[in-house]
């Protein structure tokens, strides 16, 4: 059959449609106030991208509730040449990033977008990833069965945490918390790290990278990091962003270990969200929508069906509240809490956990009976010595008075040196099984 024959009506109506233009749906902004936008935008959804037309350029935003006709947008940047009437554009589509195995040794900002000076990644190795995912099924998750190893003795052998396992790390300000966490980052056997630092000191970030994790552990890590400067919505998103990166990594069956600074900086930067959408505050300040995402965010760690993501969440406990309502509700989700103390700290032990107020809930069904006795008996001994510290400091403790003390006293020197680590030590889970089991005598 001839190729030049005269095109049917379907191929002239092909034609006909490539040349038309798609009407584009826009809306206007109506106000600005406070950190909030309204704008009057047809057929627009709860959770859409929207982009505004600015002085500035354009600017990303959120539709994040609905105020009788007009939604309620959030920028994802400084709203800077924003003013009445300009114009609004619908994305039709929720906020995702690129994400691929080239954003290993990559530190992003909170939006998912390579911060760290380097040439970006290689869009072939990248793919679409949204950032809002449901929770992983919870009949189709793998149980907790085996231990990963932290390379903190005080935690492996004391506090052992299985992989999929979710934690918090709950400690005051300047207690050691980002330390611990990057020494816990270079030491572990997990494949991969996912650190995010939400609300963090700008001071410090280069200080976490350079210092805390280091060269080494960067390298097979991916970092999100949103300042406390940043906009409350960028800081909301890093957490997301980097779980929905942890969970790339867990679909494609390796061992994650999630790192998160803080917790705590996550719910204030939603209290600033959902009070500046018109949500009431409940209790201390906070909106109900906080402690309702509190359980989404945290449910979507630990292990699917197939991978696994081991999650370390930090809380800030001001005075070392624990009942403040963040610390109170993110440790009633979690399977653990490990305590880190400035009385500790203050006496030069590193690292500061108080592992007589930390619990792992799940050590129990992942190491074997010797090592939970010998965890057990370690346990009971510096609790006997805790109960006499005043005492036995002062010189009024009499000898012979309580055996498991007498026990306590004479094994407190071993007990404190095997709880003592190095910033540069870096011991294998079985050499602090084998440790703590040899420790004390039966």
Same mark, same amino acid.
């Given at each position: 059959?001839?190729?030049? #024959?005269? %095109? ?8 006909? $449609? ?41 600017? $990303? ?6 105020k ?14 924003l ?18 195995? !080239? ?14 000076? &380097?040439? %970006? ?5 990248l ?11 919870? &009949?189709?998750?793998? #149980? ?18 299985g =992989? *999929?396992?979710?934690? *918090? ?42 210092? +805390?994790?280091?060269?080494?552990g ?28 942890? =969970? ?12 998160? @600074? ?6 204030r ?7 500046? !959408? ?5 209790r201390?300040?906070? %909106?109900? +929508? ?13 292990? *699917? ?14 005075? *070392?509240?624990?009942?403040?309502p ?9 399977d ?5 103390t ?8 590193? %690292? ?15 190491? @074997? ?10 346990? =009971?001994?510096?609790?006997?010595? /805790?109960?006499?510290? @005043? ?19 004479? +094994?407190?020197?071993a ?6 680590q ?8 079985? /050499? ?11």
């Open positions: 059959m001839s190729d030049d #024959r005269t %095109p049917g009506p379907l191929a002239g109506a092909l034609d006909q $449609l490539a040349r038309v233009e798609p009407k584009r749906v826009t809306g206007r902004v109506t106000e600005l106030c406070g950190l909030v936008v309204r704008a009057a935008i047809p057929q627009v959804r709860s959770g859409e991208l929207v982009r505004i037309a600015t002085a500035a350029g354009p600017l $990303l935003a959120e539709v994040v509730g609905f009788d006709d007009e939604a309620v947008l959030m920028p994802l940047g400084e709203p800077r040449g003013g009445p009437r300009c114009e609004v554009e619908p994305t039709g589509r929720p906020f995702s990033i690129r994400c691929g195995a !080239a954003l290993l040794g990559r530190v992003l900002d909170g939006l998912g977008a390579p911060c760290d000076g &380097l040439p %970006p990644p290689e869009p072939a190795g793919e679409e990833w949204a950032v809002d995912r449901a929770a992983p099924d919870p &009949l189709t998750r793998r #149980r907790v069965t085996r231990p990963l190893t932290l390379g903190v003795r005080a935690i492996d052998g004391l506090l052992t945490v =992989e *999929g396992q979710r934690v *918090g790390l709950f400690a005051g300000s300047g207690v050691g918390k980002s330390t611990l966490l990057g020494q816990i980052a270079r030491n572990t056997d997990a494949d991969v790290n996912v650190i995010c630092l939400c609300g963090e000191r700008g001071r410090e970030v280069r200080d976490f990278l350079e210092e +805390s994790l280091g060269p080494a960067l390298a097979r890590s991916v970092v999100v990091c949103a300042t406390s400067d940043a906009p409350s919505l960028v800081r909301l998103k890093s957490t997301y962003v980097a779980t929905a990166v942890a =969970e790339w990594f867990r679909e494609r069956g390796q061992r994650v270990l999630f790192l998160m @600074d803080s917790v705590t900086r996550f719910a930067a939603l209290r600033e969200v959902g009070l500046a !959408a018109g949500e009431p505050p409940a201390q300040g906070y %909106p109900p +929508s906080v402690f309702a995402a509190l359980p989404r965010l945290l449910e979507r760690t630990g292990n *699917g069906a197939v991978g696994s993501i081991t999650a370390i969440y930090t809380v800030l406990v001001a005075g *070392g509240d624990m009942d403040e963040i610390a109170d509700e993110v440790r009633g989700i979690l653990g809490h490990i305590v880190l400035r009385l500790l700290a203050a006496r030069g032990h590193w %690292p500061a956990i108080d592992v007589l107020d930390s619990i792992s809930r799940v050590m129990s069904g992942i190491v @074997d009976a010797e090592h939970q006795r010998a965890a057990t008996r370690l346990r =009971e001994l510096l609790a006997a010595y /805790e109960r006499q510290r @005043d005492l036995i400091l002062l010189g009024a403790y009499q000898k012979g008075s309580d055996p498991t003390t007498d026990r306590a006293i004479a +094994s407190i020197g007990i404190e040196q095997f709880l003592r190095g910033l540069d030590e870096n011991p294998p889970l079985a /050499e602090t099984r084998a440790r703590l089991t040899t420790l004390l005598p039966a």
